[in-house]
């Protein structure tokens, strides 16, 4: 089996997408995260939900969790505010490289491989379209990809 036989369509955006819309897509489709394309319309980063999550903390809160505590619901209840105005590129780490991608023709352990060495939650599994360009073809999650491993071994 390869990389292209567990590749699925997945949700993606955009650096310029609106980030409010991104969060509402992640927890619309309970997604761990989600793919952010380049203006080609290749894969550019990975936005983890739990990086969409750190833009909404307030950063006196992530200093001090204890604080959290002291927060009153009607506060916390507005904390997707802090997403109004921004954009996904706003919310992704400065250091945020390249997603890790997969060629269609990879293997199974090659993408497994791939996954743990970076520790994504999803590889964006790729193949070189006519005219040279990249085409995603979709991304294999880790939690379907341990499914076809745990499958294949009975």
């Known amino acids: ?3 292209c036989d567990l590749a699925v ?4 955006v955009t650096v310029g997408s609106d980030a409010l819309e991104a969060a509402r897509l992640m927890a619309g489709h309970r997604l761990p995260a989600l793919i952010v394309l380049g ?3 290749e894969p550019r980063a ?3 939900a739990s990086q969409m999550l750190k833009t909404l903390v307030p950063p006196y809160v992530l200093e001090d969790p204890a604080l959290a505590a002291v927060v009153d619901e009607e506060h916390a209840d507005r904390l997707a505010e802090a997403l109004e105005g921004h954009r996904v590129g706003d919310c992704l780490p400065p250091d945020a490289g390249p ?7 990879d293997t199974l352990l090659e993408v497994a491989a ?3 060495r970076v520790h994504s939650p999803l590889v964006a599994v790729t193949a070189t379209g006519g005219g040279g360009g990249t085409e995603l073809l979709g991304v294999v999650t880790a939690s379907h990809l341990l499914g076809a ?3 294949s071994g009975d």
Do not use: K
């Open 99 to 105: 997603p890790p991608v997969a060629d269609a023709d």
């Open 46 to 48: 990975i936005l983890p």
């Open 1 to 3: 089996m390869r990389a």
């Open 9 to 12: 369509p997945y949700e993606s």
């Open 39 to 41: 203006e080609g319309g």
């Open 114 to 116: 791939l996954m743990a």
């Open 149 to 151: 491993l745990l499958l």
